[in-house]
């Protein structure tokens, strides 16, 4: 199952609210600006200068958006690999929206810049949360609400297969904005990674932060048994979220005397997809189950080696995997970009 297959059909339509262009304003500050949308139409031909203007002004967010995967959204090395595969024109549209209408190396480098997040229309859009204390903006300002939510990271963090004409019900390729508005979560994205204002929405490539993210409990079961419970700890959506590649590895081995592995068993915990017939009866990839974590429910995971002969003890590990390719009914046989060892114990 390549991205290829799973990004068939007719390229995304988000219709995620118009851009607002030209519009008139009274003052520096308006109520309601438009939020981000992950179509080409809002970029401008002048996208770098005008970047370079955002950072000339606010180095901080500058400096720290630098070192980010949205500002490496279309160079980093996993995007080039899946996009050589499959060069389909719409991976733009959120991986370099600058250059979705006006493609060009410079506005490629911009990945997902300040102004595809900021700019509304002449004007910056920002949340509510902040007062103009630190003096008047040098530009119109349009303040949102939305924008300190979900609504500043929806438009690409939540979409479809592309394909909902031919399923009863979209089916979504990431929805951790859906994943959050179900957690119960009282924390908005910005809350938990954007924590200070920064810009370089670190915390997901800090092996330490996914440690915390997940906890795991291992009790014996029985004389020859495991059991792993898995708890997220301030977690606002599902675990792992985003890419549908991503998942958990969990694995349980009993060891002999000798120190030598006598059996070895893994658990994924992840979407799994299946063919199954779509309007017309004909098979359309569709998910059948949801094995990840979910914030405030625990995930117990049982392993039993009673019919291994002399086992001395079991050892254990969990780990976020970040999968470039899978291969059908073949979890282990999955191609790994990526891991994070969350826990490893031994009973
Ligand atoms: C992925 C979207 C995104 C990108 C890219 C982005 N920002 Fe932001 N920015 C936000 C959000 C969301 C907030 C509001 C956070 C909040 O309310 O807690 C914000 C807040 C700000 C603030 C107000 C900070 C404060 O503490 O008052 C400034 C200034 C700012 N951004 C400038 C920039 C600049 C300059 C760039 C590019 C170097 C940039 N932003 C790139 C989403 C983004
Ligand atoms: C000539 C300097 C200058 C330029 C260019 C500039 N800004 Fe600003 N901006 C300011 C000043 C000054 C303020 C008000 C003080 C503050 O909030 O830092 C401000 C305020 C903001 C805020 C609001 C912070 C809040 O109170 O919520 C955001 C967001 C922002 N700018 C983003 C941008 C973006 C995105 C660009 C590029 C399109 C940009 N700015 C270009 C000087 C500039
Ligand atoms: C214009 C599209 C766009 C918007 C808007 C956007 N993102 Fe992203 N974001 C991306 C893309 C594309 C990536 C993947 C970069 C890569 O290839 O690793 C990403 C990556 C991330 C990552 C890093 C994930 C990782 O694998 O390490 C986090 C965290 C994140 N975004 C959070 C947010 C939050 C929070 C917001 C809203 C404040 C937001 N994003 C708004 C497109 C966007
Ligand atoms: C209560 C805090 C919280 C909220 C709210 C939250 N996240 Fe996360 N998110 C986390 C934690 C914790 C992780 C695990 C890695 C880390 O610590 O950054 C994570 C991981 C991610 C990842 C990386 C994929 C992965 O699982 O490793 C992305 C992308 C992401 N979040 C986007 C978002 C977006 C978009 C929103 C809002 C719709 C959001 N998050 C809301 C805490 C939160
Ligand atoms: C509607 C928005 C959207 C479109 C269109 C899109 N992506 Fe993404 N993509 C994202 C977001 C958001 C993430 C970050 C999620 C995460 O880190 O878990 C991401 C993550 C990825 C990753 C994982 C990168 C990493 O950090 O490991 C790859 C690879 C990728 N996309 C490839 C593609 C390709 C190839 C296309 C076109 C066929 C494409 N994407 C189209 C939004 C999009």
Redesign the pocket.
């Known amino acids: 199952m390549s991205r290829a297959r799973l990004v068939r059909g007719a390229p995304l339509a988000l219709v995620l609210g118009g851009w607002l262009v030209g519009q008139a304003f009274v003052n520096h500050l308006t109520q309601g600006g438009a939020l981000?949308v992950a179509t080409p139409e809002r970029a401008r031909a002048d996208g770098a200068d005008r970047?370079a203007e955002?950072?000339r002004c606010?180095q901080a967010?500058?400096q720290a958006?630098r070192s980010s995967r949205?500002r490496e959204a279309f160079s980093n090395a996993e995007f080039q690999r899946a996009y050589a595969v499959e060069p389909a024109s719409f991976c733009r549209d959120c991986h370099a929206p600058e250059s979705a209408s006006f493609a060009s190396a410079e506005n490629d480098a911009l990945g997902?810049?300040?102004i595809?997040?900021?700019q509304a229309g002449e004007a910056v859009i920002?949340?509510q949360?902040?007062g103009l204390e630190r003096g008047l903006p040098a530009h119109r300002l349009e303040r949102n609400a939305e924008?300190?939510g979900s609504g500043?990271?929806r438009a690409c963090h939540e979409f479809s297969f592309g394909d909902d004409a031919r399923r009863e019900q979209p089916l979504l390729m990431q929805r951790t904005a859906s994943e959050h508005a179900a957690s119960g979560a009282t924390q908005s994205c910005?809350?938990c990674h954007?924590q200070g204002?920064s810009?370089a929405f670190a915390s997901t490539r800090d092996p330490s932060a996914h440690q915390r993210a997940v906890e795991v409990e291992a009790t014996a079961l029985g004389a020859s048994g495991l059991r792993l419970t898995l708890r997220t700890r301030d977690v606002g959506h599902s675990y792992p979220t985003g890419d549908l590649f991503r998942r958990v590895r969990v694995v349980a081995e009993a060891v002999g005397p000798d120190f030598q592995v006598r059996s070895r068993r893994e658990v994924f915990l992840q979407r799994w997809f299946e063919d199954q017939p779509d309007r017309d009866g004909r098979p359309i990839r569709s998910e059948v189950s949801d094995t990840r974590l979910q914030p405030g429910v625990p995930s117990v995971i049982d392993f039993d080696f009673a019919q291994t002969n002399e086992s001395r003890s079991i050892h254990w590990s969990v780990r976020l995997e970040r999968v470039l390719h899978v291969k059908d009914h073949q979890e282990a046989a999955a191609t790994i970009a990526d891991e994070v060892v969350l826990a490893e114990g031994a009973l």
Request: glycine share 10%; with cysteine.
């Open positions: 981000p970047n955002c950072e606010h967010e500058a958006w949205h997902v810049g300040c595809t997040c900021h920002s949340s949360r902040h924008f300190g500043a990271c910005a809350d954007m204002g810009h």
